[in-house]
Structures are given as C-alpha cells and as structure tokens.
C-alpha cells in the first residue's frame, strides 16, 4: 500500500551505515550472479539449493544430492539473500535503505549484522511452522526486512518519513502511520490468506523478532518512541570561559542610528 522514499532521521552514533549499505551490495550481488547474469537452469538450482524449503528442513522431503548447496540449516539464512526478480529485489532493498540506517545507529555495527541475520532466521521458522510440508522454497530478504522495519516502528515513530501512498501519492507522515498500518496488515494477511504465494508468515516472524531483538540489542541510552533528543557524538558542548578585557564589549551604548527609507 505504500512504498518508503526518504526520511530525515539522522545518525547519531556512526559516521556510515557500513552493515546497511553492505548488505544492500550483497543482495544486489547475488540476484546479479543467480538471476540477471545466470541461465534459467542455474537460477532454478540456485533457489532449490538455497532457498529455504519447509518440507526438507522438517524431513518432510529430502533433496536430491545434487542440488544440496549447502547444509539446510544454513538455508535459514541464505534464502534471505536471494530474490525472484527485479522489482523483488529493489522493493526489500529500498525498505532497507530508508530504514536500515538508523537501526544499525541504534544496535552498532555487529549487532546490527546480527539482528538482520536473526530476523531472516525467525521469519524462515515462522513460515516454516505456518507450512511445515511445503516444497516450495522460500526467498527473498522480507522477513528480515520486516525486523528492521519493527525496530524502527519502537525506536523513530514521531520522524517524518515521505511515503508514496498506493504507489501514486508522496506524502510526509509520521513513520506511525504508516509502518503501524503496515505491520498490522502483516499479521492481518497472515490470518486472512495463509497459503497466497506472499510468505504473511516470514513476514510476521520477522516483525516479532525484531520487536524483540532490539530491545535487547540497542545500545544504553538509546530510548524508544523518541521520549528523548540524543545529541549526535559530532557535536559537543563547550563552556563558555570569561571574556578577556581587550575584548569585552563597551558598556558605553551606542547612539541611536535613524535609517532612511
């Protein structure tokens, strides 16, 4: 219903969102490899081998050997990075660009890297719980974006974020309004349509861990809801000492000076 665009939130404390922009880079990366620069047969082995399938994970099924990539609890996490195509990819990246940034500011670097990965694993296990025999394997980076956009929902809900609403209209509203509604339609969706092609499940999975997560996660002092203004690390306060005698000002008042029109 509403496409993030840009928010005036800046950083406190970190100079770049080095996580943010990386993992930006890594996903873009990996559609390049496995998807734009790939044949048909090596993408579909790729999402196979890659992709997070409930039906293995929980012995349901099993791989054949040639397709297992990796170990399938490592699929808990690469899943994340692959993505169906472009308008895919861009959508997840965007979300995370607008809103990215400031978690990461929030957690530090490492827990931030860490927060993502452990919201992607719990929006796998969510969907795997929601379809526990599905063979169909899950992608894409929504779970995890669905954390960062929890977090951001608990720490920055009064900051003014321009929205293009139904796709068509740009407004600024508070990140209230929006990531509110956006995250209830989440759970919403999850009741209502629980077997479309749209994981509701990752998504919901990745909603609680990051609610959850950033409680423990964010560094000290770091408030929730904007209860309070922390001054960036750039600016500090300095004292202001006495005023030498040669250049203190003179007391003397000046003359009234009369301006012309």
Same mark, same amino acid.
């Given at each position: 219903?509403?496409?993030?665009? &840009? ?37 579909? $082995? =790729? ?73 992607? $694993? ?22 995890? +974006?669905?954390?960062?956009? =929890? ?17 068509? +209209? ?9 990531? =509110? ?55 500090? &306060? ?24």
């Amino acid at each position: 219903m509403f496409i993030p665009l &840009h928010d005036a939130n800046a950083l406190k404390y970190i100079k770049v969102q080095y996580v943010t922009i990386g993992l930006i880079v890594a996903n873009v990366a990996v559609w390049l490899v496995t998807g734009l620069a790939s044949t048909q047969a090596f993408s579909d $082995a =790729a999402v196979v081998g890659l992709g997070y399938i409930p039906a293995v994970v929980f012995d349901f099924a099993d791989l054949e050997p040639g397709l297992v990539l990796v170990p399938e609890d490592a699929t808990y996490i690469t899943y994340a990075f692959l993505h169906g195509d472009f308008m895919h990819l861009v959508s997840n990246m965007l979300f995370l660009w607008v809103f990215g940034d400031n978690v990461e500011d929030a957690l530090g670097h490492f827990r931030f890297l860490l927060f993502y990965l452990l919201c992607a $694993a719990a929006g796998a296990l969510v969907h795997g719980l929601v379809q526990p025999d599905s063979e169909a394997p899950l992608i894409g980076a929504s779970g995890a +974006i669905s954390g960062v956009v =929890a977090a951001y929902f608990l720490l920055h809900p009064k900051v003014r974020v321009w929205v293009l609403v139904f796709f068509r +209209i740009p407004l600024p509203l508070p990140a209230v309004i929006p990531l =509110a509604f956006w995250i209830a339609q989440q759970f919403y969706m999850l009741l209502a349509d629980g077997d479309s092609g749209v994981s509701w499940g990752a998504h919901v999975g990745g909603i609680l861990a990051g609610a959850i997560l950033v409680l423990v996660l964010r560094r000290r002092g770091v408030p929730l809801f904007d209860r309070t203004i922390v001054t960036p690390r750039a600016v500090r &306060h300095v004292e202001a000492g006495p005023v030498p005698a040669e250049e203190a000002p003179d007391p003397t008042p000046a003359p009234p000076r009369h301006w012309g029109r």
